[in-house]
């Protein structure tokens, strides 16, 4: 097989091919950066409960309009924004700590839309609706995941000082007149929206994938935070492309195919990253004879 045929002729030959890359690389545009924002946060696990917390509202999008990309997005965002708020809140409000809240609004969350969508839907639509169908993207799907990894490199661009510093410091952030609540507001706004768009192709199971697992890897890359940026978006776009080849030639999933794309670099990365065990092997000095 030559390498043409290996890498080139599943993405000129089928146009379903192509819009799943494409989707891969907006997602990792998007989701990239703001899965290092999310690490450095120490929130990445509140990345995961936002995932299922947007079933609900996609699921009752789903049965106004069934499997309407506009209609879900729109209910995935309302569900998981109002999840989002009520978890600051009750975590700002009672003895409740932020990742409990999440976790408690997650579980309720996932029940509820999967016993929506069981209720007036097949197997078939659950399963579409927790894993995706990344190779059955369509144009306004399509447009939607761009226009959100677009809206979230402008935002990104325009505050992106108040949100880093927001991450590390956000006593300091409110001390200054920085607004450090409405940074953080406007932070799970876009965390909910790459939700929203990457739910449109891996489904809310495997969502959070391409956000949380390249920002790993670039952190076991990298300690600059521009360069975590770019190294988690080039991974996510590398991991969609790597897993989309896997799985036309092997016949595989093409959502757990992109993951698991995504997983291997990251063990990789345990292994040989700048932060990694080979790297720490090397690094320690030997012991005196």
Do not use: K
Not at 81 to 87: K, R
Not at 126 to 139: E, N, P, R, S, W
Not at 217 to 228: D, E, Y
Not at 247 to 275: D, K, M
């Amino acid at each position: 097989m030559t390498l043409h045929a290996l890498l080139v002729a599943p993405f000129a030959e089928f146009g379903f091919m192509r819009r799943a890359l494409v989707a891969c690389v907006a997602l990792g545009v998007g989701s990239g950066p703001i899965g290092v924002l999310l690490m450095l946060r120490r929130m990445s696990l509140a990345g995961d409960a936002m995932s299922h917390a947007i079933l609900p509202g996609a699921a009752v999008g789903f049965l106004v309009a069934g499997l309407s990309a506009p209609a879900m997005g729109l209910g995935g965002m309302a569900a998981g924004l109002g999840v989002a708020f009520a978890s600051t809140f009750v975590s700002r409000s009672t003895i409740l700590r932020e990742d409990a809240s999440f976790a408690s609004f997650y579980l309720f969350s996932l029940a509820l839309g999967v016993l929506i969508v069981s209720l007036r839907g097949s197997n078939v639509d659950l399963l579409h609706v927790l894993f995706g169908a990344i190779l059955a993207i369509d144009a306004p799907a399509l447009v939607m995941i761009a226009a959100i990894a677009s809206v979230t490199a402008l935002i990104l661009a325009l505050v992106y000082r108040p949100l880093v510093v927001e991450c590390f410091d956000p006593g300091f952030l409110r001390a200054v007149g920085g607004g450090g609540s409405r940074h953080h507001l406007l932070f799970m706004v876009l965390v909910v929206a790459n939700l929203v768009a990457a739910f449109q192709a891996l489904g809310t199971l495997m969502a959070v994938g391409l956000m949380m697992l390249p920002a790993a890897v670039a952190r076991l890359w990298t300690a600059s935070l521009p360069m975590m940026m770019a190294v988690a978006a080039a991974t996510a776009a590398l991991s969609g492309f790597v897993g989309l080849v896997a799985s036309y030639h092997l016949n595989l999933p093409s959502g757990p195919a992109v993951i698991l794309t995504a997983s291997l670099f990251y063990f990789l990365s345990i292994l040989f990253g700048r932060g990694g065990l080979a790297w720490r092997a090397l690094a320690r000095p030997s012991p005196a004879a």
